[in-house]
C-alpha cells in the first residue's frame, strides 16, 4: 500500500516536472569545448527552439539531453527522470539530424522496429504505425525499402519515427532540412498539433524564419554558450521604424534620440529600439519640428535580425 | 529485449542484402561440383574400380581439403559481416535513432553479436550437413565425429567475427577487416611453424606457435576440425611417423586440450568484453 502511494507520488512529481531542465550541462571532447553551461527550461506543452549557427552546438546539446553522450559535467531532468535514464527514453521521440534508417527496409519495418524497441504493446503496433504515417503523409510508399525514397520523403520517415507512441517529448534535429516548402508547412501543422496534445517539442534548428512561426521559447547557443533565451516575444522586444522627411537640420534630426537609436542616411531616418505604440508620438514630433513626412514604414525586429545583432554582426 | 531486436535486424539485413542467398547458390554450386567428383573416385585409369576401403580413404582427404575451402568462406566471410558493423551505423547515423530507444550498448553490441553468430552456425551447420550428405550418398563414407567437425568450424568463424566485430567498435570497417584477417593468415601460418618446432625439436618456433595461438585460436580450432574428419586408420599413420608430421596444417593427431578449449571460451568472454568497453566509450 505504501509502495503504491509512493508510486503514485513519484508519478504525480514526474507529471508536473519540466519536459527538460538543466543546469550547467557541459560538454568537452578532449580539449575541445562542444558546449558549455547549458541552463534551461522547457515547460511541457510548448515548442523550444534551440538556434544557433552551424557548429554552435546544438546537435551535442540533443545529444546530452536524450542520455546518447554523456556530459562532462553539470546535470538535468528529462521529463522528470535524470539524463540518461533507459526508461523514460519510452517516453520521448527524436529524429537525428542525419536521419539514416535501414535501407533495406520499408518505412513499416522500421517503425516496427521502433515499437518494438519502444516496448509499445504490440497489439498497438498496427494503428500506431498507420497514425503516424498519415500524420506525415507517407501512406502510400509505406511499403516500399527506404533505400529507394527521395530525401524529403527519408525525413518524413524520420518524423514518424519520433511520433510513434505519442511520447511526451520531441526532439527535431533540422526536421525541415530536405522538405520542400509544402513539407515544411506540414511540419509545422505537426508541431502545432503536438502542442496542442500537450507534448514538448525541442526544436534544433537554423531556419530562423520558421522557429519564429512556431516556436513559444527559444535559447540561442553559438561557440558552444548560451547567449540569449527565453520566450520569443520577449526577446523580440524592440523594433524599428523607417520614416522618409524632409525640413529638418541635423540638429533637429539630432534631437529624435529619445526615440531610440537614429540612423540617418539623409533622407531617411530610422530609429532602432522604437516601439510600435510610440510612432505616432514620433511622426507628431517630426511634423511640429516643422519636417514633411512622405512615408512612415514600422519594422518589427525579425528572429533572424536579433540572431544577428547577438552574433555582433550588423541586422 | 533489445538485444534480440537488434540481433533479429542484424539477421535480417544479411538476408535483405542477398548475402545469405549469394552464399547459399555458391555453396550448392560447391557441393555440387564436390558432389559429382566424389562419385567419380572409384574409377581407375584401366576401367576398374578401386576397392571400398580405398576409396574412404581417398575421400577423408579429399574431404579435409573441402571443408578447408568451406571454412576459409566461412573465415572471411565472417570478417567482411563483422567488421563494418558498428562502424557503418555509427558512420551513417543509423544508431542514432535506435539509441535513443530504451536500448543499452551493451545490447547493441550483444544484439550484433548474436545475430552474427546466428548466421556462422548457420552457414557451418548447413553447408557440412549438405556436403556430408552428398559424401555420404557418393562414397558411403562419413566422417567419424561429424559434430565436432560442425561445431569447430563454427568456432573458427565465431572467433573471427568477434574479432571484427570488437575492431568495429573503434575502428572503419576496410581497417579492421584487414586487420582480422591478416589474424586469420598468421594464425594459420603460426599453426604451421608451430608444427615445424615439434618436428624439428625447435623450442623457439614451438614456443612462437603457442603464442600465436593463444593470441588467435583460429587455426587450433581448425586442427580439432581436422581430427574430426580423420579416420583411425589415418590418425594411427600419422601417430606412427611421430611429430614428423606435426607440420602439416591438413593433419592431427589429438583434438584440443580441454585447457585450450578453456582458453578459447575465456578469449571470446574477453574480446566481447573489449567490444562492449569500446563502443561504451565512442562518441556518436
Redesign the interface.
Same mark, same amino acid.
Given at each position: 500500500m505504501v509502495d503504491l502511494q509512493e508510486r503514485q507520488a513519484a508519478a504525480t512529481v514526474a507529471a508536473a516536472s519540466p519536459a527538460i531542465h538543466c543546469v550547467e550541462l557541459t560538454k568537452s571532447?578532449g580539449g575541445s569545448l562542444a558546449l558549455a553551461g547549458l541552463t534551461m527550461t522547457v515547460p511541457r506543452g510548448e515548442i523550444f527552439g534551440f538556434l544557433g549557427p552551424n557548429g554552435a552546438g546544438k546537435t551535442t546539446g540533443v545529444?546530452l539531453l536524450?542520455g546518447?553522450?554523456a556530459p562532462t559535467s553539470g546535470e538535468g531532468s528529462l521529463l522528470g527522470r535524470p539524463l540518461g535514464d533507459?526508461?523514460v527514453?519510452?517516453r520521448?521521440g527524436?529524429?537525428?539530424?542525419?536521419?539514416?534508417?535501414?535501407p533495406?527496409?520499408s518505412a513499416r519495418e522500421v517503425l516496427g522496429?521502433?515499437c518494438?524497441?519502444?516496448?509499445l504493446p504490440r497489439s498497438a503496433w498496427r494503428l500506431e504505425i498507420d497514425r503516424v504515417l498519415r500524420t506525415v503523409d507517407l501512406q502510400e510508399r509505406a511499403s516500399a525499402r527506404v533505400g529507394t525514397y527521395s530525401k524529403g520523403m527519408q525525413q518524413r520517415l524520420?518524423l514518424a519515427?519520433a511520433l510513434l507512441g505519442q511520447p511526451e517529448v520531441v526532439?527535431l534535429d533540422e526536421p525541415t532540412s530536405a522538405l520542400d516548402p509544402v513539407g515544411r508547412h506540414d511540419v509545422r501543422q505537426i508541431l502545432n498539433g503536438l502542442r496542442e496534445q500537450g507534448t514538448a517539442v525541442f526544436l534544433n534548428s537554423h531556419l530562423l524564419s520558421e522557429v519564429e512561426m512556431v516556436c513559444d521559447r527559444v535559447a540561442m547557443v553559438d561557440h558552444g554558450r548560451v547567449i540569449a533565451s527565453g520566450r520569443l516575444d520577449e526577446l523580440l522586444s524592440g523594433g524599428s521604424c523607417r520614416v522618409r522627411v524632409s525640413g529638418l537640420d541635423g540638429r533637429q534630426r539630432a534631437s529624435l534620440q529619445g526615440f531610440g537609436t537614429v540612423e540617418d542616411d539623409g533622407q531617411w531616418l530610422t530609429v532602432h529600439g522604437l516601439e510600435a505604440e510610440r510612432i505616432p508620438e514620433l511622426v507628431e514630433r517630426l511634423v511640429s519640428l516643422g519636417g514633411r513626412v512622405y512615408a512612415v514604414e514600422p519594422r518589427h525586429q525579425s528572429l533572424e535580425d536579433r540572431f544577428l545583432e547577438l552574433l555582433g554582426h550588423q541586422a | 529485449m &533489445?538485444a534480440l531486436?537488434i540481433a533479429k535486424?542484424t539477421v535480417?539485413?544479411a538476408s535483405?542484402?542477398r548475402l545469405l542467398l549469394a552464399l547459399l547458390l555458391l555453396t550448392l554450386v560447391i557441393i555440387g561440383l564436390t558432389g559429382w567428383g566424389f562419385t567419380k573416385l572409384g574409377e581407375a585409369g584401366n576401367g576398374q574400380r578401386l576397392p571400398d576401403y580405398q576409396i574412404r580413404l581417398i575421400a577423408s582427404q579429399l574431404l579435409i581439403v573441402i571443408v578447408f575451402m568451406f571454412a576459409g568462406v566461412l573465415a572471411l566471410s565472417s570478417v567482411f559481416l563483422a567488421s563494418p558493423t558498428i562502424s557503418s551505423d555509427v558512420e551513417?547515423?543509423?544508431l542514432? &535513432?535506435?539509441?535513443?530507444?530504451?536500448?543499452?550498448r551493451l545490447d547493441v553490441v550483444l544484439g550484433k553479436w548474436l545475430g552474427l553468430a546466428v548466421l556462422v552456425v548457420m552457414y557451418a551447420a548447413g553447408a557440412a550437413i549438405l556436403e556430408l550428405l552428398v559424401l555420404w550418398w557418393a562414397t558411403g563414407y562419413l566422417p567419424p565425429r561429424p559434430v565436432e567437425l560442425i561445431v569447430y568450424v563454427a568456432g573458427e568463424g565465431i572467433i573471427l567475427m568477434t574479432l571484427a566485430l570488437a575492431l568495429s567498435t573503434r575502428l572503419a570497417g576496410m581497417t579492421g577487416g584487414i586487420i582480422a584477417l591478416v589474424g586469420y593468415f598468421m594464425a594459420w601460418i603460426g599453426g604451421i611453424v608451430g608444427g615445424v618446432g615439434q618436428a624439428i625439436h625447435n623450442d623457439g618456433l614451438v614456443t612462437g606457435g603457442l603464442i600465436m595461438k593463444l593470441l588467435l585460436p583460429t587455426d587450433a580450432l581448425w586442427r580439432g576440425a581436422v581430427f574430426a574428419m580423420e579416420p583411425a586408420t589415418v590418425i594411427a599413420a600419422l601417430k606412427a611417423t611421430g611429430s614428423a608430421g606435426a607440420g602439416n596444417p591438413f593433419g592431427a593427431t589429438e583434438p584440443p586440450a580441454t585447457a585450450f578449449l578453456l582458453w578459447t571460451v575465456l578469449w571470446l568472454v574477453a574480446v566481447f568484453g573489449l567490444s562492449y568497453w569500446g563502443f561504451r566509450r565512442r562518441?556518436?
Open positions: 571532447y545529444k536524450l546518447l553522450v533507459l526508461e527514453r519510452r520521448v527524436y529524429m537525428p539530424e542525419l536521419f539514416r534508417y535501414q533495406w527496409l522496429v521502433h518494438e524497441l519502444a516496448r524520420g519515427v526532439f | &533489445a531486436t535486424l535480417w539485413e535483405r542484402r551513417s547515423g543509423v542514432l &535513432a535506435l539509441l535513443a530507444r530504451p536500448v543499452r562518441a556518436l
